[in-house]
């Protein structure tokens, strides 16, 4: 009996695959797989899978596939199925889908508004259909600006002709804070031209020229007028203080000349001559208040020309002016009648009792005079207070010629409110003292406020509120 050597094999099944397609075996070509089954064993493999047919998922929506700006662009129907965009596992390789570059688009990629126009443009028109600011009214607008500050107003400015308007509108520079600005040639004219009121120039360092001849915004004929002198520019600035400037005297001039309707005008601490003590005098003719404390190149000359003719003078500062004799003789003799405030402290020996007499003869308005270290000046003044019955404040501080008993001798008067008497009553005596003036504030005013822009609010000038 011959014994069959071969090993028993177990018999295979039929391979669901078609044995007459032929089958790719070549190494160099990607290997294919031919999907040759029943639609009903297709579905039970599916389902020991866990996984869904592809032919039965239909492609995402198209919102989901492209953002709104790129909608536009040619994208496969919503009806194709998800294996035709693929293709088939036999097919080969699967086509890489690919969106056009922004070099590749077209700026006329749709029609909008009857013209054909890019993404980016139709974009724009859609969130800029309506502009909101056209809606409203000037007067609105200005109420709305009037929040800004001054550098960010010359930023709006800039958007259109419309706000370029309203930014430079007097409204919103009438009271200005340009403290501790640097102002190069001509830029400092430009804002006086726009029509402030209240200026506040404390510690700003201002270039020469004041007001430039720019030939854009002036008519040729007009800008050589201007520089013949034959014409001259006006602002309308009626409150300047200009304390602690670095400017020089011709550039204070050119700003004072520009200033007919001036009424309040600070020079602290800034240089003086005639020139500018005259310009004072001749253009500021309704002035009200000057302060000049601690201003060099106060002399006499220049003091006649400025009391002459400035007849509406009520306040006047001259602390710390190194006024000499002959500078106070000429006070005296032209001294405007109608003054109430004034502040000749730190004069020295110069301010003697008959000097103080005259002023108060001829100023039968007067209710306020500080004539502090002043140590020429006797208790024989107090008579010539009395007799004047108008003073409200007195300063006497550092007057060591007095006596602390001499004040008894103001008890007389009956108009004084406030009287400062700094280091010339004893801590001793100064309780006795304060007894014979019931209703009398004593040293109440270290500093005086006398025709001066500035005493406790930073950011205002006599009382108005200036913004930066």
């Known amino acids: ?3 069959n050597t071969t090993p028993e094999v177990d018999e295979m099944p039929s391979s669901p695959i078609d044995a007459s397609e032929p089958v790719n075996c070549d190494p160099t070509q990607p290997p294919t797989m031919l999907w040759n089954i029943k639609a009903t064993d297709k579905s039970a493999i599916y389902d020991d899978l866990g996984v ?50 922004s070099s590749t688009r077209s700026d006329t990629d749709h029609i909008h508004n009857g013209t054909s126009c890019s993404c980016k443009r139709r974009l724009l028109d859609e969130i800029n259909s309506t502009d909101s600011f056209a809606c409203l009214a000037d007067e609105i607008l200005l109420h709305i600006l009037k929040w800004l500050p001054l550098t960010k107003l010359s930023h709006c400015s800039r958007v259109c002709k419309r706000w370029y308007r309203l930014a430079f509108d007097e ?20 804002i006086l031209q726009r029509g402030p009121v209240a200026v506040k120039l404390s510690r700003a360092k201002i270039e020469e020229p004041v007001f430039s001849l720019n030939y854009r915004h002036k008519a040729k004929k007009q800008c050589n007028k201007l520089r013949n002198g034959k014409q001259s520019i006006t602002t309308k600035v009626q409150y300047l203080d200009l304390s602690a400037c670095d ?3 011709s550039t204070l001039q050119e700003i004072i000349k520009s200033c007919p309707p001036l009424r309040k005008l600070s020079l602290e601490s800034c240089m003086v001559n005639v020139s500018v003590l005259t310009c004072v005098g ?42 000499n004799k002959q500078t106070l003789t000429t006070l005296t003799d032209n001294i405007p009648t109608n003054l109430e405030k004034l502040n000749l402290s730190g004069c020295g020996r110069n301010l003697e009792d008959n000097t103080v007499d005259q002023i108060l003869h001829k100023c039968p308005k007067l209710r306020e005079l500080d004539i502090s270290d002043s140590p020429s000046v006797s208790e024989a003044i107090f008579s010539s207070l009395v007799g004047h019955g108008n003073i409200q404040y007195l300063a006497l501080n550092r007057c060591y010629s007095l006596h ?49 822009p500035c005493i406790k609010k930073k950011d205002y000038i006599w009382g108005i509120k200036c913004y930066e």
Request: aromatic share 8%; net charge negative; charged share 15%.
């Open 171 to 190: 409204l919103l520079w009438r009271r200005i804070d340009l403290s501790s600005k640097q102002f190069f040639a001509g830029i400092l004219g430009n």
């Open 247 to 249: 400017v020089s005297t």
């Open 282 to 323: 001749q253009k500021a003719q309704e002035l009200e208040e000057l302060n000049l404390s601690m201003c060099e190149g106060v002399i006499d000359y220049g003091m006649m020309q400025l009391l002459v003719n400035t007849p509406n003078l009520t306040s006047l500062n001259l602390a710390w002016t190194s006024l």
């Open 404 to 452: 602390y008993s001499y004040l008894e001798q103001l008890a007389g008067l009956q108009s004084l409110r406030a009287l400062d008497v700094f280091s010339l009553v004893p801590d001793a005596a100064y309780e006795s003292v304060t007894e014979l003036f019931p209703g009398v504030i004593f040293n109440a005013h270290p500093y005086s406020a006398i025709a001066r």
């Open 52 to 101: 869904n047919d592809l032919e039965g998922i239909k492609a995402p929506p198209k919102s989901l596939r492209h953002p709104p700006q790129l909608r536009h662009h040619t994208t496969p129907t919503d009806n194709v199925t998800l294996t035709q965009q693929l293709g088939n596992p036999g097919d080969g390789p699967i086509p890489v889908l690919t969106t056009p570059s």
């Open 1 to 3: 009996m011959e014994l």
